[in-house]
C-alpha cells in the first residue's frame, strides 16, 4: 500500500473515532440531563404561578383587647370574624383592606387559653406608616407600650420604631410614603441565611427583593417576595452571626400564600424539602367540612407555611 495513502486511512480512522466519541458523549450526556429537566419544569410551576401573602396566623389570649389594639392604636380595620364552638376556638382577620387584595392577621383564641409563648425566633410585623412620630404618640396615649422611640435607624435614614401589642407582639413601624400595603413585613429569624433563601426561592417562588448585612450589628437580612417591597407584604429573614437555632414557642403559627394549584405546588416543595429541608406536613388537598384546597410545609428552620387555594379562598370569603 502507498505510505501517503496508509497515513491518511489512519488520520480518517481516528476521525471516524473522535466523532464517535463525541456523539456517545452528547448522547449520554442528555440522558444524564433528563432527570433535572424534569426536576426544573418541576421547579417552574413555582415561579410561574399566581401568588401573594394572604395572612400571618398567630394566637392571642383576648381577641377583644387585640382588635381593640389594632383597630384604635395601629389604624386597622376589624375584617371578619368567626366562632368556631364544637372546636373551641375563634378567628378574627384584621388589615388595612379587603382580603382580595390585601394582606391580614388571622387571630386565633383557644378557649380559655390566656398566655402564649412568642419564643426567641419570631421576630415582627411591620406596619407602613407616612408619620411614625404621629403613629407613635397616638399608640402611646391610648396605652399602648413603646419598646423603641421613634428615630432614624441605625446608620441609615429612615425613621423607624417599636411597639409591642397585648400579648408581646412586636410591630416595626416604618416611615414611608403612600402604600397600597401598610402591613408589609413578617419578620422571622433562621439559622442559615443562604439555605432559607434558596429554599424560599425555589419552594415558594419567591424573589429574593433585597440582602443586606450589617458586621457592626452581626447580622444579615433578607428581604423576600412576590414583588416590590414598597407595594406589598415581605417576608424578612434575619440571621444573627453564628445563632442557628431560635425557640419557636406556640404563639406565632404560620404565614400563608395563595397559589393556583396546590397539587404542583406540594410537588415542587416536595422535591426542594428533599435538596434543602424541611418538610411537608400536610399533603395538598380539601380541609374536611371547608373545601378549602390547602397545603402546608416547614421550611428548613421549622417555620410552617400553608399554600392556599386562590379560587377556593375567595369562595371562602364570599362566604363570610
Ligand atoms: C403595656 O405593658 C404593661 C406592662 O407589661 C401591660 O400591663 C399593658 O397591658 C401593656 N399595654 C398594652 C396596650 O399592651
Known amino acids: 500500500m502507498n505510505k501517503k495513502l496508509y497515513l491518511l486511512l489512519i488520520i480518517s480512522g481516528l476521525h471516524i473515532l473522535l466523532i464517535v466519541k463525541i456523539i456517545y458523549n452528547m448522547a449520554s450526556g442528555a440522558e444524564a440531563q433528563t432527570p433535572a429537566a424534569g426536576e426544573e419544569n418541576v421547579l417552574e410551576w413555582a415561579a410561574k404561578d399566581k401568588r401573594r401573602f394572604l395572612h400571618a396566623v398567630y394566637r392571642v389570649g383576648d381577641l377583644d383587647r387585640t382588635i381593640k389594639f389594632y383597630t384604635e392604636c395601629l389604624g386597622m380595620q376589624l375584617l371578619r370574624k368567626r366562632d368556631i364552638p364544637?372546636?373551641?376556638?375563634?378567628?378574627?382577620?384584621?388589615?388595612?383592606?379587603?382580603?382580595?387584595?390585601?394582606?391580614?392577621?388571622?387571630?386565633?383564641?383557644?378557649?380559655?387559653?390566656?398566655?402564649?409563648?412568642?419564643?426567641?425566633?419570631?421576630?415582627?410585623?411591620?406596619?407602613?406608616?407616612?408619620?411614625?412620630?404621629?403613629?407613635?404618640?397616638?399608640?402611646?396615649?391610648?396605652?399602648?407600650?413603646?419598646?423603641?422611640e421613634p428615630g432614624p435607624v441605625k446608620g441609615g435614614e429612615t425613621v423607624i420604631a417599636f411597639v409591642k401589642d397585648p400579648d408581646g407582639y412586636i410591630f416595626e413601624l416604618i416611615q414611608r410614603g403612600p402604600t397600597p400595603e401598610p402591613l408589609c413585613q413578617v419578620m422571622l429569624r433562621v439559622g442559615d441565611l443562604d439555605r432559607a433563601i434558596k429554599f424560599y426561592e425555589k419552594a415558594c417562588g419567591m424573589k429574593l427583593l433585597r440582602k443586606k448585612d450589617v458586621p457592626d450589628y452581626k447580622y444579615t437580612i433578607a428581604m423576600l417576595g412576590y414583588d416590590d417591597e414598597d407595594k406589598t407584604t415581605v417576608l424578612e429573614l434575619t440571621y444573627n452571626y453564628g445563632v442557628t437555632e431560635y425557640t419557636k414557642g406556640n404563639a406565632y403559627a404560620q404565614v400563608a400564600i395563595s397559589t393556583e394549584d396546590v397539587y404542583k405546588s406540594a410537588a415542587v416543595v416536595d422535591l426542594v424539602t428533599k435538596e434543602l429541608g424541611g418538610k411537608i406536613t400536610r399533603q395538598p388537598g380539601p380541609i374536611p367540612g371547608i373545601n378549602t384546597k390547602i397545603t402546608s410545609f416547614l421550611d428548613p428552620d421549622g417555620w410552617k407555611v400553608v399554600l392556599v387555594d386562590n379560587a377556593d379562598f375567595l369562595k371562602e370569603l364570599e362566604k363570610k
Open 86 to 148: 364544637e372546636e373551641k376556638y375563634s378567628n378574627a382577620f384584621l388589615g388595612f383592606g379587603p382580603e382580595e387584595s390585601h394582606f391580614a392577621v388571622e387571630l386565633t383564641y383557644n378557649y380559655g387559653v390566656d398566655k402564649y409563648d412568642i419564643g426567641t425566633g419570631f421576630g415582627h410585623f411591620a406596619i407602613a406608616s407616612e408619620d411614625v412620630y404621629k403613629l407613635v404618640e397616638n399608640i402611646r396615649a391610648k396605652g399602648g407600650n413603646i419598646t423603641r
